[in-house]
Every structure is written in structure tokens, then in C-alpha cells.
């Protein structure tokens, strides 16, 4: 499968412990987005990737959500002391930086807590 | 104003019908538009893009973009019942922000067999 992959496609924790999310991209694409979508809501950006470098980060996003992208290729999204308010999907993104700039998404992480 | 708005629906046609889909967006100098099918539950997935006034075609799916009037649509052809979904319509904005799509909330699509 050359698509977009994300794992754990399920995490269910207790308030206050931190949880890491992986995302593969697609190999060619140099970009890598990461959203957060709850329901009924379109998805909300939180930061992109252009190779390695991070060149956006949502002003929404607290300073317990951090992401890196070391080698340009794969990504991890932590959240440290996890809140009730931070349960929703966790969708990973991928593009290349020329043309249209379509954004092929991976399955998502479903974050529960509890 | 949002700056891509989408009526939320639910938007009801019968299996067979032409099911039209519609967006709105704020920004002159938008550049790219994409229309994403989202089933409950699942993630977001890309039907078409869309960057040149007029109607781009694919298969029972065709976008068409209005500059001028600042929308852009979805038209699927033969609706069928596993059409049934949320459709997200999306734009880049001005070529200084051409970083991050700006999404809508989405409208919810049934299609009665």
C-alpha cells in the first residue's frame, strides 16, 4: 500500500498521561499536514511539514502538542498531559509542494480519554 | 463571514438523481479548490481538484468553478445510495497563504434507494 499510513488507528488513555501518533506519508511527497477533526466539524489545521523543517504551527495549538518530522520522511504528533478536550480524530496529510498540492489524508488516530 | 462556507444540509435526492453540491468562498485570490467525499467515521478522501474556471469532469463526478461569483460546485451524476456521505469542498487562498487548505464544515449527502 503506497497510500498515507497512521498508527495507532485507536488510543484510549487516562487524563493527564502523554500519547505519540506515527504517520507515514507517501514517499514522493515532500509536505506532511497534520489536522484534528471532531464531529461535525471540518478538519482543523495544526501544523505542516516541509521535509524536515515545521513551517506552520495553528496559534490553537497549546504548547502540550508537539510534532517533528527528523528525516523528512515519517512524523510524530505528541500531546503530553492529555485532556478530556483533546479527544477527536488526528489526521495526517501528505502532498508534494508543486502543482495543485492536493492532500492525500491517512486513516486517522481516534484519541479517546478518559 | 467564514471564509469557505457550505450549507450543512442533510441535501436528499433519490438513487438516480443529480445530487448538487455547492461552495462558497471569501477570497479573490483563491487558487485551488477540492471537493473531499468524508464517510462517518473515516477519514477524508479527495474526489476532485479544480483550479481553471469552467467544469472539470470525472466519471458521474464533475466540478465546475466561477471565479467571478466566487463558487464552486460538485455534481454527481446517477446518484447511488453508497454515495451517501459528508462532502467537505476546501481552497487554497491567496498565493502569500498557499500553504494550508481552508476548509468547510461539510454537507451531508443521503441518497434514497
Known amino acids: 500500500d503506497t497510500g498515507v499510513s497512521q498508527d495507532p488507528r485507536h488510543k484510549i488513555t487516562k487524563r493527564g498521561q502523554n500519547v505519540t501518533f506515527r504517520c507515514d506519508p507517501i514517499?514522493?511527497?515532500?509536505?506532511l499536514y497534520w489536522y484534528r477533526q471532531t464531529l461535525g466539524q471540518g478538519p482543523e489545521f495544526l501544523t505542516y511539514f516541509q521535509n524536515e523543517a515545521q513551517l506552520e504551527k495553528s496559534r490553537l495549538l497549546s504548547d502540550r502538542f508537539s510534532a517533528e518530522r527528523p528525516k523528512g520522511s515519517f512524523s510524530t504528533l505528541e500531546i503530553q498531559r492529555t485532556e478530556q478536550g483533546d479527544s477527536a480524530m488526528y489526521l495526517c496529510a501528505s502532498s508534494l509542494s508543486g502543482g495543485p498540492k492536493e492532500q492525500y489524508f491517512g486513516p486517522g488516530t481516534r484519541l479517546t480519554v478518559t | 463571514q467564514k471564509e469557505v462556507e457550505q450549507n450543512s444540509g442533510p441535501l436528499s435526492v433519490p438513487e438516480g438523481a443529480i445530487a448538487s453540491l455547492n461552495c462558497t468562498y471569501s477570497?479573490?485570490?483563491?487558487?485551488?479548490f477540492f471537493w473531499y467525499r468524508q464517510y462517518s467515521g473515516k477519514s477524508p478522501e479527495l474526489i476532485m481538484f479544480i483550479y481553471s474556471n469552467g467544469d472539470k469532469e470525472d466519471g458521474r463526478f464533475t466540478a465546475q468553478l466561477n471565479k467571478a461569483s466566487q463558487y464552486v460546485s460538485l455534481l454527481i451524476r446517477d446518484s447511488q445510495p453508497s454515495d451517501s456521505a459528508t462532502y467537505l469542498c476546501a481552497a487554497i487562498l491567496n498565493a502569500g497563504n498557499n500553504r494550508k487548505l481552508i476548509w468547510g464544515l461539510g454537507t451531508s449527502l443521503a441518497v434514497n434507494p
Open positions: 477570497d479573490r485570490g483563491s487558487q485551488s
Open positions: 514517499s514522493e511527497h515532500n509536505r
